[in-house]
């Protein structure tokens, strides 16, 4: 996996993010609308992002005038992508290669399947970008 490439705007919001939550962050990404910011956070990191009742994520929401959404990063492909997709429940991950493409085949409950790909699919375009930048997965497909 290459470095990640941020630019000055996600590396002021991560200084931002971890100034005031304590929490190592791995990455950042400015949602296409810029209404929302996701920051990955290293494991283990995940209860001091929130902090306690979310106050960390409340406040750092405030601050930046935008939603914000924390996700728990993993080596672990497979954890990774049920950390992506919470608060969905994850029953399985398998991860393939074929045609020299990674491919994650996600089962989901059927009744989460729409909350999983969201409105238009814009909730699966953010998990596709999300794990393409972390482990190299470039195709979901959510059963």
Do not use: W
Not at 50 to 71: D, P
Not at 106 to 127: T, W
Request: aromatic share 4%; proline share 3%.
């Amino acid at each position: 996996m290459e470095a990640l490439k941020l630019s000055a705007r996600e590396i002021n919001y991560i200084a931002l993010f971890e100034s005031m939550t304590g929490a190592v962050t791995k990455d950042c990404i400015i949602d296409e609308d810029g209404k929302k910011i996701i920051f990955v956070v290293k494991k283990g990191d995940i209860g001091i992002a929130i902090g306690r009742k979310g106050v960390n994520a409340q406040r750092v929401s405030r601050a930046l005038g935008k939603r914000i959404e924390i996700i728990e990063y993993s080596d672990d492909p497979e954890e990774f992508v049920a950390n992506v997709l919470h608060p969905v429940k994850v029953k399985n991950v398998e991860i393939e290669v074929k045609d020299s493409k990674k491919i994650a085949r996600v089962k989901v409950d059927p009744q989460q399947k729409p909350q999983a790909i969201g409105r238009r699919g814009k909730n699966l375009a953010r998990i596709k970008n999300i794990l393409k930048r972390h482990h190299g997965i470039d195709e979901v497909i959510i059963i």
